[in-house]
């Protein structure tokens, strides 16, 4: 029985005879080391934009050195933070011998050049994961989580596997760059292929409707949440990226792509809202960002989708690390500690900054001066802006005119600093193809657009509280799949 009169303690570790694991330890520090020959070889990359091959299968670009300072910086928080996380575990070495394996995976991923090579890692990367996610042998619904996974990342790879085969076939070529400069048209086969490569995607960046492994995955321990959030999901738009001369030869195809986005990243909210744990309201934040990534992709934005995936994955590997700090208290009934009503004057603070903060990054990027999908890409930070700095009005605990006055003096200088990694980054992708490629708006866009403006109306306004089979419909969507579900809580205490 639990011993309902036991206070828990935070503090150091007991001190026990058994011999503490050197493999962490050494882990941890050789993923430290690989961070930091990652920034040297960044900085090396900076002033070049060539890029180095190795045997015809791996060439290191701007987008490679990015991806290797971004995964190692955040394998090692996560190995760093696991040593404690994960003490007196029973397969402490196992679990940290699997984070590091996926680290390499992935770097070497984002470096492959050959299809083969590629595909081979998109695999092995999907079942190491799913390895982490089934991390505690003797929990039924761990195992439940990881079959899931498994098949679901199997399904994405054989789809990849079947873009690949179907590129090589229409092109000849074995390579990423070697499609990336073929000649390419708009064809039968070339449309099977990107929207194979999609699927695949869609699949691996949990977009509806294939969000249910990651929902179901909150079995695996927290630290492998946090690189699942901050890296594992990323990879749709690191794929996007690597084909952008296939996937941005149609544009009615790119629509498809905008659209797909808008539909996770409106749901994704939605979906947040029916959540009652921690950590099953970070799993569908982290489908409605990804949702916002294939959008900036579907417009024509590569770079500004690297630099959401790069910025959301610190968010989010935080978010997870701290979610045990974010479990609430209260009393049945006991209201949050929410703000009142804003009234005229918090709505149009709210306003002003928004609209500011999209003139301040459209100047700042040189997106959205024109008559193109940049304009919808700078109408995406007002969105932002606005349902941010409104949140932060109703929960701070400060007096009206602090608050009012301090939301332009936050949020600003974050859109300016936000707007200036995205320059960095994109100067850091020179030599890859197709990083901006804008395109014209169309109804499609504007509908979308439309779209937006009338959901933020809707949450913020908290009309879709009222609908009982809405919130049951929202439920169901964001079931885990059955043997994964824990109904008893002593059982999750147990593991």
């Known amino acids: 029985m639990t011993d309902e009169t036991t206070v828990p303690r935070v503090g150091p570790l007991p001190k026990t005879t058994a011999e503490t694991p050197?493999?962490?330890?050494?882990?941890?520090?050789?993923?430290?080391?690989?961070?930091?020959?990652?920034?040297v070889l960044a900085g090396a990359r900076l002033s070049s934009d060539q890029s180095w091959s190795l045997f015809g299968l791996f060439s290191v670009d701007g987008l490679t050195v990015v991806m290797w300072v971004v995964a190692t910086f955040f394998s090692g928080i996560v190995h760093s933070y696991s040593r404690r996380y994960m003490a007196g575990d029973s397969a402490l070495n196992r679990f940290f011998g699997n984070v590091f394996a996926f680290t390499l995976v992935v770097m070497a991923l984002v470096a492959a050049d050959s299809l083969v090579v590629f595909a081979a890692l998109w695999l092995a990367m999907g079942l190491v994961m799913a390895n982490l996610i089934g991390h505690v042998d003797s929990w039924r619904h761990a195992h439940s989580a990881a079959s899931h996974a498994r098949r679901s990342f199997a399904g994405g790879s054989v789809l990849l596997a079947i873009s690949f085969a179907t590129l090589w076939w229409e092109t000849g070529a074995t390579t990423i760059s070697g499609v990336a400069t073929a000649e390419v048209t708009t064809s039968g086969t070339v449309l099977f292929a990107v929207a194979a490569l999609l699927l695949a995607a869609m699949i691996q960046s949990a977009l509806l409707p294939f969000h249910t492994w990651l929902l179901s995955s909150m079995t695996a321990p927290t630290p492998a949440s946090a690189l699942m959030h901050a890296g594992f999901v990323n990879a749709g738009g690191i794929l996007l990226l690597r084909f952008a001369p296939v996937v941005t030869v149609d544009g009615v195809f790119m629509l498809a792509i905008v659209l797909v986005g808008a539909t996770s990243a409106l749901l994704g909210k939605l979906l947040k809202t029916v959540q009652t744990d921690v950590k099953s309201q970070l799993g569908c934040s982290t489908i409605g960002q990804m949702g916002f990534m294939f959008m900036q992709a579907?417009?024509?934005?590569?770079?500004?989708?690297?630099?959401?995936?790069?910025?959301?994955?610190?968010?989010?590997?935080?978010?997870?690390?701290?979610?045990?700090?974010?479990?609430?208290?209260?009393?049945?009934?006991e209201k949050s500690d929410v703000a009142p009503s804003m009234g005229v004057?918090?709505?149009?603070?709210?306003?002003?900054?928004?609209?500011?903060?999209?003139?301040?990054?459209?100047?700042?990027?040189?997106?959205?001066?024109?008559?193109?999908?940049?304009?919808?890409?700078?109408?995406?930070?007002?969105?932002?802006?606005?349902?941010?700095?409104?949140?932060?009005?109703?929960?701070?605990?400060?007096?009206r005119a602090l608050r009012y006055g301090g939301v332009p003096l936050v949020f600003l200088p974050a859109i300016a600093v936000y707007a200036s990694v995205y320059n960095l980054i994109e100067h850091a992708l020179v030599g890859v193809p197709l990083v901006t490629v804008p395109a014209e708006l169309t109804p499609v866009h504007l509908a979308v657009a439309a779209a937006f403006v009338l959901a933020y109306i809707t949450i913020e306004s908290g009309v879709y509280r009222r609908s009982t089979r809405l919130y049951v419909t929202l439920a169901n969507a964001t079931r885990p799949t059955s043997g994964t579900i824990v109904t008893n809580r002593e059982e999750y205490n147990e593991h």
Do not use: C
């Open 298 to 333: 579907g417009l024509g934005f590569f770079g500004a989708a690297i630099t959401h995936l790069v910025l959301h994955g610190f968010y989010k590997a935080y978010q997870f690390l701290s979610s045990g700090s974010n479990v609430e208290q209260k009393a049945p009934g």
């Open 345 to 399: 004057s918090g709505v149009a603070v709210t306003a002003l900054t928004a609209l500011a903060g999209g003139v301040l990054f459209a100047l700042v990027t040189g997106k959205g001066l024109a008559f193109d999908t940049g304009l919808l890409l700078a109408g995406l930070v007002v969105l932002t802006t606005m349902h941010a700095a409104r949140e932060t009005i109703r929960h701070t605990a400060l007096p």
């Open 22 to 39: 050197r493999l962490p330890i050494a882990l941890t520090r050789v993923v430290w080391l690989l961070w930091a020959v990652s920034l």
